[in-house]
T-cell receptor, first 110, second 114 residues
Framework: AQRVTQPEKLLSVFKGAPVELKCNYS??????LFWYVQYSRQRLQLLLR??SRESIKGFTADLNKGETSFHLKKPFAQEEDSAMYYC????????????FGQGTTLQVKP | NAGVTQTPKFRVLKTGQSMTLLCAQD?????MYWYRQDPGMGLRLIHY???????AKGEVPDGYNVSRLKKQNFLLGLESAAPSQTSVYFC?????????????FGEGSWLTVV
């Protein structure tokens, strides 16, 4: 079965430190992978998708099919990055249904 | 620019009561989804719809029913609420899924069953 795993429930870093939020997936075909961000008690917003290979708010993520990973990275964390981050997967023929990881709370301390 | 709107935003129910959550989207999207968000479990799909008049079960459909009588609305019903249904519910919509399509989420509905 398809699965997305985010091994860290909470990641706490100081402002200016590098950040890496881990995401591993299990899917034998060609996945579409996303990172969503949820600021306190707000709606989920799309942060990144792997097909666009763009950088949003300084975040990047690279799909590593060999390691089945899609880790989210930022070289210098900002306090406003504090939020819940979800990695999600879908694939062609899945009618757009997203399979989410458990989520990682990023806490950036001043 | 409303996007995806959910009502109500907050509700407290007693065990056994019924209620309906309404999701409305103004983007003419074909696909709509209901997820529930629970700590440590991420978001899990309850039901979804690929067009007006159609519904299908997701990962955790038990205890819920849905209807899509109008393209812009997707209703989630709880016939007999249970404490295990205490959760945050998110509606989402998208155009026909294809590479590059974005899924838009509502602001969430906080439901407590006591």
């Amino acid at each position: 079965a398809q699965r997305v795993t985010q091994p860290e429930k909470l990641l706490s870093v100081f402002k200016g430190a590098p950040v890496e939020l881990k995401c591993n997936y299990s899917y034998s075909g060609s996945p579409e992978l996303f990172w969503y961000v949820q600021y306190s008690r707000q709606r989920l917003q799309l942060l990144l998708r792997h097909i666009s290979r763009e950088s949003i708010k300084g975040f990047t993520a690279d799909l590593n099919k060999g390691e089945t990973s899609f880790h989210l990275k930022k070289p210098f964390a900002q306090e406003e990055d504090s939020a819940m981050y979800y990695c999600a997967l879908t694939y062609s023929g899945n009618t757009g249904k997203l399979i989410f990881g458990q989520g990682t709370t990023l806490q950036v301390k001043p | 620019n409303a996007g995806v709107t959910q009502t109500p935003k907050f509700r407290v129910l007693k065990t056994g009561q019924s209620m309906t959550l309404l999701c409305a989207q103004d983007m003419n999207h074909e696909y709509m989804y209901w997820y529930r968000q629970d700590p440590g479990m991420g978001l899990r799909l309850i039901h979804y719809s690929v067009g007006e008049g159609t519904t299908a079960k997701g990962e955790v459909p038990d205890g819920y029913n849905v209807s899509r009588l109008k393209k812009q609305n997707f209703l989630l019903g709880l016939e007999s609420a249970a404490p295990s249904q205490t959760s945050v519910y998110f509606c989402a919509s998208s155009d026909q899924p294809s590479t590059g399509n974005t899924i838009y989420f509502g602001e969430g509905s906080w439901l407590t069953v006591v």
